[in-house]
């Protein structure tokens, strides 16, 4: 992954769609991929595996560019394009989820499983939190950073929240507003 460290802390489907950034794509190789899911491992409901190939990245990668465009116009109140809520359920059915019953010592208790390859699954595990997101009414409140060079978007729990990050953007943006006022012409 770049020197840039990934947006976390949203939804997991804003940061998936923020491993785009204006920087450029932080999942171009295996390598970053697995980095990430490190970032996103308490998240989510599996262990990182010790590698992953170009294919776990592709299946990953193509959650999503269609997560990116479906947001992108239901966060606007529009119709999300059919190919990628198709794409999604295609996703999801890849490694449908199985509530598997276990016995854990003392009783029953139920773990939930999905077979394939790594990136499958978790392929399949980000676009049922897309999905879950998509439908949650809250989806219209996502916003983009207001920083001139961000794309990064967000999910703001103050309704006065600007920027994707205070530390990132939010400094910067202060910073240079100073620079503005008090520069000598």
């Known amino acids: 992954m770049s020197d840039l460290v990934p947006l976390t802390g949203e939804p997991l489907a804003l940061d998936l769609v923020n491993t785009l950034s204006a920087a450029g794509d932080l999942l171009t190789t295996p390598r970053d ?41 239901v966060r606007r109140g ?25 016995w854990d010592g003392a009783a029953v208790a139920v773990g939930r499983r999905r077979d394939g390859a790594p990136g499958v699954r978790l392929a399949a595990c980000l676009a049922e939190a897309a999905a879950h997101l998509l439908a949650d009414p809250a989806v219209t ?29 939010g400094n910067r943006m202060r910073v240079a507003r100073h620079y503005q006022r008090h520069k000598t012409g």
């Open 33 to 73: 991929l697995l980095a990430w899911w490190e970032l996103e491992a308490d998240r989510l409901p599996e262990a990182v595996p010790a590698e992953v190939g170009a294919a776990d990245l592709d299946a990953v990668r193509g959650v999503r560019e269609p997560v990116a465009r479906a947001l992108d116009h």
């Open 141 to 169: 409140g996502i916003r983009k950073c207001e920083a001139d060079d961000c794309v990064m978007l967000f999910l703001p729990t103050h309704p006065r929240r600007r920027w994707c990050s205070a530390t990132r953007c």
């Open 78 to 102: 529009e119709r999300p394009p059919s190919a990628d809520l198709e794409a999604l359920n295609r996703a999801q059915r890849a490694a449908p989820a199985i509530d598997e019953l276990v």
